[in-house]
């Protein structure tokens, strides 16, 4: 619950809102295509769901969004799940990617800054981008490549795989990705659901100081894709290319330009998966022109990303942050690569990062920007940040000490903004707002087309309640399909199962009265003790400003008597102990801030808490360890990233049983 009318964070001030691409679309929509002229965001964003086809209309017109043969309307069907975006239309996402490179001006200026653990920079022109996606095309073709054929990447956050990408899309083909610290199983867990007929696979990568070698890990995705025609090596650390294998350098060396496949809007751009911590990850398949009009809505209007900016946003591959950092290309903004430890060789690496390449949106995760703060990191201190106009994290929700320290550690003049989202429409149900201002703990709007609610169990919609995240409309970045779900029940179990024709996320949120957002944490770890839900997030907020917590994991267990057990796992900061103080303390932390109903029935010190490869913490395999399902039936293996630690959790399970 928000308070009636805290005092904001942060405010643009006349000039920041005059000069923000929202601002500036507004009118022209007001004059071009009826959009409200007055009331800000507010009523532009009404309007954009009210108006649904209007409103997206205008975006492909504010955008250039170049249709290579023209559609009959915007919004076909508006049935969800199975909306029918711009029939009629084909598009070709990589030749708005590449667009700048036509402009003189612009043509030799960075496309992409790629930056390693030396931190020395490594340009790639918007030319020279153009020609080696070119080349790539060619040679994709000579290989056999065709629209609808998929290709794979085992690669790290570098140009390459940008290059793979764009050259993917550039022949219709269908782009997968996975980084190269994700072992065999959890590859052959995605990339066997798709088939991939071409595999681009460095030989290891560098973290941390030191090369992981990767090439035996290599041979057994060879071995185990059967459907592959191609292999190529990236000589990340410099060896020779495998018998069978080709040469990167070979095919991407040619002066090409690329020859753009036209596809109809909805053809697959991509497919990406969920975190698969409880069986098959799901392989979720977007839409070329989807994902085009989407990014270039979020990127352009939210984030307010444009030719002068570069956009910095820590993440890997297997993350749909990639591919939304990938995008920044869509808005002629330089995208910065980083392939490396977030946090070496310390934690303040990514405020270096953000320096020395001159970023002015830099994007990160909840838990990083947490860590800082725990470390003592005084960015603005040691850092001229003074380009960096945004700071954006994702990944979780962030709280409000989060707030408050970016406030204080790196401007005070600073636009926060904490976004929300999913992998299912790789975009943000919620976020960046450049004319809004922002209050603590809070996530600026909901996104333009985006009609986002907060709905209780019988579907009403609530404000200053607690609810379930639906989304009312349709999104053009919303899956297309599953892939292997030839019937669709798949894609309508996850999402549409409990509201029909309704997206449900599976997060809980509070829409205020003001129209910020507040993100509770997932809705089915969700800790309901005699009828009084709360976020597994709120809990987290709360324990781990505690200098003893390094990190928490609280489940909340319906016994078969009707009782509730709710323990509280604790990962300690190094030389702190779990006596009774610190029990005592946790216990008055979570009664005095948050609830007394959700006081740990236990506070139990763990060696660890479980992630997804992604960063995330696990809640709902852990509970199902508890509740007595044997390890291999709560968890997919490949998907954790210390499965050894599951082994703790499950011997808990076993003492109480």
């Not at 022209?28 to 009404?46: C, F, S």
């Not at 022109?125 to 490549?145: I, N």
């Not at 941390?208 to 292999?231: A, M, N, Q």
């Not at 997060?507 to 509770?520: C, L, M, P």
């Amino acid at each position: 619950m928000t308070t009636a009318n805290p005092a904001p964070l942060w405010q643009p001030d006349e000039q920041q809102i005059a000069d923000a691409q929202v601002t500036r679309f507004q009118a022209w929509a007001a004059e071009q295509h009826g959009a409200p002229a007055e009331g800000g965001y507010e009523a532009l964003h009404r309007w954009s769901v009210t108006e649904l086809d209007t409103f997206w209309k205008a975006v492909t017109d504010w955008f250039d969004v170049r249709f290579t043969h023209p559609y009959a309307r915007v919004l076909g069907s508006r049935a969800m799940p199975g909306a029918e975006w711009f029939p009629g239309a084909t598009v070709n996402y990589a030749a708005h990617a590449l667009r700048t490179a036509d402009d003189p001006a612009r043509a030799d200026t960075p496309a992409i800054l790629h930056v390693d653990e030396t931190q020395e920079q490594r340009p790639v022109t918007w030319t020279e981008l153009r020609r080696q996606v070119g080349s790539l095309a060619a040679e994709l073709r000579t290989l056999g490549v065709r629209p609808g054929d998929r290709v794979s990447g085992y690669l790290p956050n570098i140009p390459e795989a940008v290059v793979a990408l764009l050259a993917s899309a550039t022949v219709g083909a269908v782009w997968t990705s996975c980084a190269p610290d994700f072992g065999a199983r959890s590859v052959l867990d995605r990339f066997q659901q798709v088939e991939p007929v071409v595999l681009f696979a460095v030989d290891g990568y560098r973290y941390g100081g030191k090369e992981h070698d990767r090439r035996d890990t290599v041979t057994e995705l060879r071995s185990e894709l059967p459907s592959l025609r191609g292999v190529v090596h990236i000589p990340l650390l410099g060896s020779e290319a495998p018998e069978g294998a080709l040469a990167w350098s070979a095919l991407t060396s040619a002066d090409v330009t690329p020859v753009y496949e036209e596809v109809p809007f909805d053809h697959p751009l991509w497919v990406l998966y969920s975190s698969g911590t409880t069986g098959l990850p799901k392989a979720i398949v977007q839409s070329q022109g989807g994902i085009l009009v989407e990014h270039l809505k979020q990127l352009g209007l939210h984030c307010d990303l444009g030719p002068d900016d570069r956009f910095f946003w820590y993440t890997s591959t297997g993350w749909m942050m990639w591919n939304f950092l990938v995008s920044g290309l869509l808005t002629g903004t330089t995208i910065v690569t980083y392939d490396g430890s977030p946090g070496f060789p310390g934690t303040g690496a990514q405020w270096s990062i953000a320096e020395r390449t001159g970023a002015t949106l830099f994007g990160t995760s909840a838990a990083y920007v947490m860590a800082c703060r725990k470390a003592g990191v005084r960015p603005s201190h040691d850092h001229d940040l003074s380009r960096v106009k945004c700071v954006a994290t994702t990944g979780s929700p962030l709280p409000p000490d989060g707030f408050r320290w970016l406030h204080d550690e790196v401007r005070a003049d600073l636009w926060i903004a904490s976004v929300s989202g999913g992998t299912d429409v790789c975009s943000c149900f919620a976020g960046a707002v450049a004319t809004l201002p922002v209050y603590i703990g809070e996530l600026q709007a909901p996104g333009l087309g985006t009609d986002l609610q907060a709905w209780d169990h019988e579907g009403n919609p609530v404000v200053d309640e607690v609810g379930e995240l639906v989304v009312t409309n349709p999104m053009p970045s919303m899956p297309i399909r599953f892939w292997n779900d030839p019937d669709g029940s798949r894609y309508h179990d996850s999402y549409f199962d409990t509201y029909p024709g309704v997206w449900r996320h599976g997060d809980w949120i509070t829409v205020t009265s003001r129209g910020s957002v507040v993100i509770h944490g997932r809705s089915d770890s969700t800790l309901n003790r005699q009828g009084v839900r709360m976020g597994s997030a709120d809990i987290y907020e709360a324990v781990e400003r505690l200098p003893e917590i390094r990190e928490s994991l609280v489940i909340g267990l319906e016994q078969p008597d009707g009782g509730y057990w709710m323990p509280l796992f604790v990962h300690l900061a190094p030389g702190a102990v779990l006596d009774d103080d610190l029990r005592a303390r946790i216990k008055l932390t979570i009664r005095e801030q948050l609830s007394p109903r959700h006081v740990p029935d236990e506070i139990i010190e763990a060696p660890g808490v479980p992630h997804t490869l992604t960063g995330k913490r696990i809640e709902v395999p852990v509970k199902r360890l508890l509740q007595g399902t044997p390890l291999e039936k709560a968890v997919n293996p490949g998907s954790i990233d210390n499965l050894e630690l599951l082994r703790f959790y499950e011997e808990i399970a076993r003492k109480r049983a």
